[in-house]
């Protein structure tokens, strides 16, 4: 009888520590179900307040499972909530050139199906109202801790006003374009009204004309760019084209540098060319010039041009120097903070500038 009711007070004890033990197991349960949706609601919370359009899509499939409320605020209608990345013709938008966005072509179907890590589109969006506005948008996939893709997530930015800014500047820039045009237009009458009269040879006249093309030239490409940088490449290609055509063999890496950079070697550009064609190994139709620049030392730090003249008249060294030479030189000098190096080997003239990649540029 002893030996039974040990044996009872031992399953009591036992049920109980295993009663504790799952209450204990429940009670995490309850606290982990409790800080998840705690979590929940944080980040419900946080997506209302975010000020762009949010929306989320599960994966593989693409199915889209919510949307904030700037999201539906920004297209004007309810999140459609697409079966798959197929289904996304359903949002309507176009490219810049009219053409409708197809469903493979927007992020969310990129990201999901090619799985990348970023993928971005600029359109022009169709509302629930029947107006258009241009969004960015912007999608990331979300993976779980071992790395494979549960969704993605889409962000919407309203780039209308930016759009808008950005034809505006459009217009603008032709504006200034054309007044810059006429005012050396203005200028190269003014010269030429002024030397009519004088004895000045009709060559001094055509230098001076040509230096103030080129110097236009130079300001057309900056403002028809980026106002404050050029591509070394396209300021050689747009001075030097119309003097030598192909006979200036150009190569480098896109380098960009400043408006006040660019101009200086636009015209520092031009002197070069019209001497060779003049006097050096342009003069002679089996001659080349080529124009390269590469970055200089273990580190960019300075940028090196050349230009080396080949297959032309034996070059010979000036005995006086005029103005182009100021400007391929002290004046070029003075604008990069660089060092002229040039020499008249009997192979061809050879030219190079050495300058700083600095705060200074």
Known sequence: MDALNDALRAENAQLKHELEILKSHQAKDALMAATS???????????????IGVIMAEAPSG???MGNKRAEELVRHPIFESDDVDSYGEWVSFHENGDRVQSHEYPLAKVITERLEY?????????????????????????????????????????????QLMAQQRVLIAELNHRVKNAFT??????????????APF????????????????HSQLIGNHWDRALIADIAADTIGQIAGGRIAL??????????????????????????VKHGSLSNPDG??????????????????????????APVSPTTKGFGSKITGQILAAETYGTIAVDYPES????????????KE
Not at 45 to 51: G, V, Y
Not at 133 to 162: H, Q
Not at 349 to 357: A, C, N, V
């Open 63 to 65: 199915k889209i499972i």
């Open 186 to 199: 203005v200028v190269k009458s003014i010269v030429s009204q002024s030397l009519r009269g004088t004895k």
């Open 288 to 313: 080349r010039v080529i124009l390269d620049w590469g970055y200089s030392g273990p580190e960019p730090s300075s940028l090196r041009i050349n230009w080396t003249e080949l297959d032309g008249p």
């Open 251 to 276: 190569n480098g890496p896109e380098v960009e540098v400043t408006s006040r950079i660019a101009m200086a070697l636009s015209m520092a550009f031009y002197e070069l060319a019209t001497n060779a």
């Open 119 to 163: 993928a971005e589109l600029d359109v022009n969006y169709q509302r629930g109202d029947g107006t258009t506005f241009w969004m960015r948008i912007v999608c990331r996939p979300v993976n779980a801790d071992d790395g494979s893709m549960t969704g993605a997530a889409v962000a919407i930015i309203d780039i209308d006003n930016e759009r």
């Open 348 to 359: 061809g003239f050879t030219w190079s500038l050495e300058m700083p990649l600095s705060e």
């Open 203 to 218: 060559d001094v006249r055509d230098t001076i004309d040509s230096r103030l093309d080129a110097y236009a030239k130079a």
């Open 37 to 51: 949706r705690r979590r929940m609601s944080f980040l419900e919370a946080m997506l209302e307040t975010m000020p």
